[in-house]
């Protein structure tokens, strides 16, 4: 290792010592498909407060390969600028080069200016209409993406997840996935399964709100009839791994039943008349964030019993650096499905990659492969990738990025800070769900101001103001339900479930 290398990895590694998150580069559409999901940080923000991107640099990277630059001949070789003017606007520029910049949700035009909330959320970046960027703020990282992974994703909430799984996937406890729907809870409830000791035995999931009450039983434990019994899914599941999906759509009987046998970790057929030993590993699945039923119920008892450990799934939203690589995935698989073994030769366009990565998928993961199988189908025999005009209306756009101009211009377009009381700024903050940048735009000022008005007011607070001991006292009083927890405190919910994360929650 030459001095200059040495000298690159030494301030790498100081910088990832001083700096938490970075503005990172993730590649979300590149001519060679191979390179969707590289990364490239921008180190240089963080040291001189601006950076590059052109056909010849940064370096892009991904599962500790060496990096390379996009490469593309339709990129100029003179950069566009990403800088930081101050803490919460970034300008992006394109005025000396020749490669096209148009970000998502603004008109085309040589400069862009963009707030900390915009990066912190990923900002969609076209270059040239031939390669797609999403340029967010990400912890100093590796990025790993197995092809044969379940869990495909780079983004450090997929990360944790992963090292989660694999580490409660050999130790032999129940375990509850939570999760809203269509975020990927039977995935994550296969890895543990997948990577068990329990692996060459059944896998088998229950939809329990599809089991009647009247033949609960039946259908749990199996039944005796003319001397053979007919399996339940606790015996077809014998030694492997028992799937409760959607704990909380079970009905009391189902519920009771289910609490009897796991309690006493043995089950009686109906119409049998010898115990049976619970030999499957539960795990159940929920959409709440903690058990919505009063203390004392069975399904509360019940949650208590599987809760040995518990997980989280991040919503897809959450995780835009996921979005492209997922999406790309279920293309390829549903090529394979109309096209056995022939190679895939549909050409994406980046107006579509741009337009899944403006959505905010509340249908998550699933609405996202769906989409995908949807696109591919409606693609048969063409060259490119179609998305029809009903599926483009469906994926109506995030509210669009707003220019931060007025910030830079001391809000000369807006509102003047001093003009708003604490009435009113407490009334907005309580409409847009204490998130500061929907509260500046509600005021028509800048999320800079209204963070400043916070602190102006007393009584008015951010989840960073809030000591360590009132979070957790406010996370046990509400079982981590992180919903009542903003209401209680009055602060963003997304500020609050990082500043859970940091002190070691699993949010």
């Not at 340029?135 to 994703?153: H, T, V």
């Not at 975020?183 to 000791?197: C, L, M, N, P, T």
């Not at 009584?459 to 996370?475: F, P, V």
């Amino acid at each position: 290792m030459n001095v200059a290398e040495m000298k690159t990895q030494h301030t790498d590694d100081d910088i990832a010592c001083r700096v938490e998150y970075v503005p990172t580069l993730i590649i979300a559409l590149h001519p060679d498909l191979e390179r969707v999901g590289e990364t490239a940080p921008l180190l240089g923000m963080v040291t001189d407060e601006r950076d590059y991107v052109s056909r010849n640099r940064p370096d892009f990277s991904k599962n500790g390969h060496a990096g390379k630059p996009l490469n593309d001949p339709h990129l100029s070789r003179s950069p566009v600028i990403i800088q930081k003017d101050n803490d919460d606007v970034y300008r992006i520029r394109g005025h000396s080069t020749s490669t096209r910049v148009r970000i998502e949700g603004r008109a085309q035009q040589s400069e862009y200016l963009l707030s900390q909330s915009d990066i912190s959320s990923g900002v969609t970046i076209t270059l040239s209409n031939k390669v797609v960027l999403l340029l967010k703020l990400l912890p100093l990282q590796d990025s790993r993406l197995k092809k044969d992974a379940l869990l495909k994703g780079i983004s450090p909430d997929i990360h944790a997840l992963t090292g989660k799984l694999e580490h409660i996937a050999q130790l032999d406890i129940p375990v509850i996935i939570r999760g809203a729907t269509g975020s990927g809870k039977e995935q994550a409830a296969y890895k543990i399964h997948r990577d068990s000791s329990r692996c060459d035995k059944p896998f088998v999931v229950v939809n329990l709100a599809a089991i009647h009450d009247v033949v609960a039983e039946e259908e749990l434990f199996g039944v005796s009839r003319s001397g053979q019994t007919s399996p339940g899914y606790f015996s077809q599941a014998e030694g492997g791994t028992l799937v409760l999906e959607d704990l909380e759509d079970a009905s009391e009987v189902v519920i009771s039943s289910l609490f009897a046998a796991l309690a006493s970790g043995s089950y009686v057929a109906v119409n049998g008349d010898q115990q049976q030993p619970v030999t499957c590993r539960i795990i159940a699945t929920s959409i709440y964030d903690a058990c919505p039923c009063s203390h004392g119920s069975k399904l509360w008892q019940l949650t208590n019993l599987l809760a040995a450990y518990q997980v989280f799934l991040a919503p897809l939203g959450d995780r835009l650096e996921d979005v492209s690589i997922l999406f790309l995935h279920f293309v390829k698989q549903q090529w394979q499905k109309i096209y056995p073994g022939r190679p895939f030769e549909l050409r994406i366009p980046p107006a579509i990659i741009a337009r899944i990565l403006s959505f905010n998928w509340p249908g998550n993961v699933r609405q996202l492969r769906n989409v995908a199988r949807q696109a591919v189908i409606d693609s048969r025999e063409q060259e490119s990738l179609q998305l029809d005009q009903q599926l483009l209306s469906i994926l109506k756009p995030k509210p669009n990025l707003r220019d931060v101009t007025d910030t830079v211009k001391h809000n000369g377009n807006g509102r003047k800070p001093n003009t708003i009381g604490r009435e009113e700024l407490t009334e907005a903050l309580q409409k847009n769900r204490f998130e500061l940048q929907a509260t500046a735009r509600e005021l028509s000022i800048s999320r800079a101001s209204v963070y400043q008005l916070i602190q102006r007011f007393d009584g008015l607070r951010t989840a960073q103001d809030l000591a360590e001991q009132e979070l957790k006292s406010c996370y046990e009083k509400y079982r981590g339900d992180t919903e009542q927890m903003m209401w209680e405190l009055q602060v963003s919910q997304v500020g609050m479930r990082r500043r859970l994360k940091a002190m070691g929650y699993d949010i």
